[in-house]
């Protein structure tokens, strides 16, 4: 079949408020995990943290004025609990098919 892909993360239906300052858009870059009223992927600054950016380098990256230290944190906050529960321990229903095959 002519551009049959196969997507590994659904696009939402509608509109997502994941928080403050992060939303899941089906009109805006294909329904992608982005910081409000900007084309800015929160992976993509998530990427930059784990590589060790500091946040003000980052935020002078995507554009000083577009992203804020509080979206910033906000990004970490959902991410960290995606995984874990208020005690620090990884919630089950997080691990799904995320977790690599031990080789």
Known sequence: MKN???????????????GQH???DPKVCHGKVTFKGTRI??????????SGLSW????RRWGGGKLTRAAIAEALRLSRTTWLDDRGRLVPRSLGSRLPSAA
């Open 4 to 18: 049959a892909r196969k997507r590994s993360t659904p696009r939402p239906a509608e509109r997502i408020e994941l």
């Open 22 to 24: 992060i939303v899941a």
């Open 41 to 50: 992927f929160v992976s993509d600054v998530l990427d930059d943290i784990e």
């Open 56 to 59: 003000d380098f980052i935020i």
